[in-house]
């Protein structure tokens, strides 16, 4: 299918990025990789009058591993995928990024639009609750941070405002000897999860974070602190608590709440035997 017209602007600097947001209001997007945007405007299910693509602003690329990890919105998944210092301080978000799609869809979709596109179906915002990230953003008025559990509101609906643009997100340090795991269950190479789910173990506790099995990722609190305690079947029964999966072509809501009770006790056993 064809999308529907719209005009492409290409600005090289973040300050003229968020002055065209700001000027063209509800009528602009922005583009990042475009793996999620453009399908949406080809089924029409958007339609933007102007797209603002940010792949000219150098200062949305790279990462840095520093006293926090911070990764460059338009830093892609396999450049994510590819960074030894990242993979060596949070192996955790190379093994989540491996779980994306396929090659093809992650030499192009950006760690930046992958959360702030509000997809429930997307990894990475559940992986970034359960490693207490933090999101950049930066609009017309200033700069600000939000926190990943602060930011998913419900479907496709987020804390950014319209004339926001994440610019990046700082991933703190796990605790040496931290345990870790992602376990995502899919149809096929190239699915979205059926259930997915996030879990590092510390000496200092626990965080749990399941994926698309609501309008939204679910960081569990209470998951994490039973899990800290060391019972892994009340962290079980606390995330499938919280959880609201509906009925769809992926399967029933009871079979995907089963599947996510599966992939989270996966997750929980394989964290704990990576513990230092
Ligand atoms: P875009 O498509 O360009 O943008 C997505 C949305 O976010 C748009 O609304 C855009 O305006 C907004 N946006 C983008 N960047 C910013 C920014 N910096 N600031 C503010 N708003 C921004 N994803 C998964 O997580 N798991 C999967 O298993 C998976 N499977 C896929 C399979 C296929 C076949 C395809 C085509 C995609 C799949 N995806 C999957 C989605 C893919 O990871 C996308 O790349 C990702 O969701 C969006 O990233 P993007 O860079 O392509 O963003």
Known sequence: MIPGAFEYHRPETLGEATGLLSQLGDSARVLAGGHSLIPMMKLRMAAPEHLIDLAAIADLRGIAVGDDIRIGAMVTQ??????????????????????????????????????????????????????????????????????????????????????????????????????????KQKRKIGDYATAAAAVTIGRNGASVAMTNLADRPIWSEAAGKALAAGDAAGAVAAALAEIDPGDDNRGPAEFKRHVAGVMLRRAIDRARARMG
């Open 78 to 183: 396999a450049e994510l995928i590819a960074h030894d210092g990242l993979a060596a301080a949070c192996p955790l978000l190379r093994e989540a990024a491996l779980q994306i799609a396929d090659p093809q869809v992650r030499y192009v979709g950006t760690v930046g639009g992958n959360v702030a596109n509000g997809d429930p179906g997307n990894d990475m915002p559940g992986l970034m609750q359960c490693l207490g990230a933090r999101y950049s953003l930066a609009g017309p008025g200033g700069t600000r941070e939000v926190a990943a559990r602060d930011f998913y509101i419900s479907a496709y609906e987020t804390a950014r405002a319209d004339d926001e643009i994440l610019t990046g997100i700082l991933v703190p340090h796990p605790a040496p000897g931290t345990g870790y795991a992602y376990e």
